[in-house]
């Protein structure tokens, strides 16, 4: 069974620097293009952004408003997935998920991170 | 970046309805849209990649077709589970965007 966790997300300062990561199972990480996708409240889904496979190139592509402060990475010996999100704003509040390519469809449960002084 | 349109924004229908959302491209996404349907409170679930491949486990009163640029997801007949807000995503090229949701209700 697939499954992908998320976890770090929590309330952090405007200006402040978050980790998430995501645990992968139940599928063969390394040849996965894994992205992130947040929600805002009440919101529709953003794509934030993807990392290819290193086996593809491992490189990543972003969505225009977290282009320069989040990065995206990927750990294949330890099956994980992090984004690093630096220079945090109020906008962007939102669950974070963790997701394979879509073809695959498989998503986490979400990890929600609070923006705010 | 390439926008996607869904139409129409909400929907009421009963039990036993056939309904169909569509989902605009504004320019060419090949066969890459994805559907996806999301409950309140839960992580989005896959339904349909590739215009109309059905993921593992969907029932097949989902049923997804297109190409180019318009596209729909059509439930034959609704049950009482499918009552949720759906979304559309083109994965052609980056950015990948979603449609701003169809939110079904019942009538």
């Known amino acids: 069974e697939v499954q992908l966790v998320e976890s770090g997300g929590g309330l952090v300062k405007p200006g402040g620097s978050l980790r998430l990561s995501c645990a992968a199972s139940g599928f063969i990480f390394s040849n996965a293009w894994m992205n992130w996708v947040r929600q805002a409240p009440g919101k529709g889904l953003e794509w934030v952004g993807r990392v290819k496979s290193k086996t593809d190139g491992g490189t990543t592509d972003y969505a225009a408003p977290v282009k320069g402060r989040f990065t995206i990475s990927r750990d294949d010996s330890k099956n994980t997935l992090d984004l690093q999100m630096n220079s945090l704003k109020s906008e962007d509040t939102a669950v974070y998920y963790c997701?394979?390519?879509?073809?695959?469809?498989?998503w986490g449960q979400g990890t929600l991170v609070t923006v705010s002084s | 970046d390439i926008q996607m349109t869904q139409s129409p924004s909400s929907l009421s229908a009963s039990v036993g309805d056939r309904v169909t959302i569509t989902c605009r491209a504004s320019q060419g996404i090949s066969n890459y849209l994805a559907w996806f349907q999301q409950k309140p409170g839960k992580a989005p679930k896959s339904l349909i990649y590739a215009t109309s491949r059905l993921q593992s486990g969907v029932p097949s009163r989902f049923s997804g077709s297109g190409s180019g640029t318009e596209f729909t997801l059509t439930i034959s007949s609704l049950q009482p589970e499918d009552f949720a807000t759906y979304y559309c995503?083109?994965?052609?090229?980056?950015?990948?965007?979603f449609g701003q949701g169809t939110e079904l209700e019942i009538k």
């Open positions: 995503q083109q994965y052609n090229s980056y950015p990948y965007t």
């Open positions: 997701t394979r390519d879509p073809s695959s469809g498989d």
